[in-house]
């Protein structure tokens, strides 16, 4: 996959990829993981500021790659929120709302979710609406997942915006009789993996995603499966397992459909 004129970011090469996806518990309960765009968004706090992507020439570059990738999202959901092309749970959304990027360093205070450091990852916060990511977090994914290549750090990208959408259009408000937290959690997951599969669907033109990208994707999601980080007992899963993260990515990035991305319309969450 090549990120090359993505709203006129150019990016070459590959950046070093991380990836921890288990936050800290009072974090992972309002968070929901992400990312976003424009320099506008950047945090001008004391631990979240511009000076998070100047740290070394990785940090400028996963910056670069992040926007990128953020930009590319906002172009694939601007049309499906446009076309109305969405699961429904109540009233149909609006247009789409662009998310906004917070790069930091370490720790972060956020408009909603309270403090969290980099050890939660990538994070979408409902509350302010901003996706947070502090550059190291590409490192993680390589090194301790060994889940490296762009577009496995694509697909997590685009799995955060989908936290984003869910936002938008309600999902997260959805809450199945006679399901425990952790069984939510998993349906809000499945479905930004599918999501994410979704935007890959539709950028395989412009990004020029083949056969091997599909691949450091699917990489990805089984590695950062509940069952692949250490979760024996199902009932602890929050993200779903590798399988099922494997699945429903697929799933979204075969159809290109959002609609074919409704977990909440499983009828049991061991059918997922």
Not at 25 to 36: E, I, M, P, R, Y
Not at 106 to 131: E, I, M, W
Request: charged letters at 15%; aromatic letters at 8%; glycine letters at 10%.
């Amino acid at each position: 996959m090549r990120l090359v004129g993505v709203k006129g970011v150019v990016i070459i090469g590959v950046v070093a990829a991380a990836i921890y996806f288990v936050a800290p518990a009072s974090v992972k309960q309002a968070v929901f993981g992400a990312l976003s765009d424009g320099t506008q968004g950047v945090s001008q706090t004391a631990s979240a500021s511009v000076g998070a992507c100047q740290t070394s020439p990785a940090s400028s570059k996963a910056c670069d790659f992040s926007r990128a990738v953020l930009a590319s999202t906002e172009d694939v959901w601007g049309i499906q929120f446009q076309q109305g092309t969405l699961p429904r749970y109540g009233n149909a959304p609006g247009a789409y709302e662009d998310p906004t990027l917070v790069v930091f360093s370490q720790n972060v205070s956020t408009g909603g979710c309270g403090n969290a450091s980099a050890d939660a990852g990538p994070f979408y916060c409902p509350g302010d609406r901003k996706l947070y990511i502090d550059p190291t977090f590409y490192d993680v994914m390589e090194q301790r997942l060994n889940a490296p290549g762009d577009f496995a750090q694509a697909y997590v990208i685009a799995h955060e915006v989908g936290h984003h959408v869910q936002n938008l259009i309600g999902a997260m408000q959805v809450k199945p009789a006679g399901e425990t937290g952790n069984q939510v959690s998993v349906r809000l997951e499945l479905q930004a993996d599918c999501l994410a599969g979704v935007w890959g669907h539709s950028a395989q033109a412009s990004l020029k995603i083949d056969g091997n990208d599909l691949k450091e994707a699917l990489t990805a999601a089984h590695a950062i499966g509940d069952n692949a980080i250490g979760h024996a007992d199902a009932s602890e899963y929050t993200h779903g397992s590798s399988a099922q993260r494997m699945r429903w990515f697929t799933r979204g990035f075969e159809s290109g459909d959002p609609r074919h991305c409704n977990t909440f319309a499983v009828a049991r969450p061991d059918q997922l």
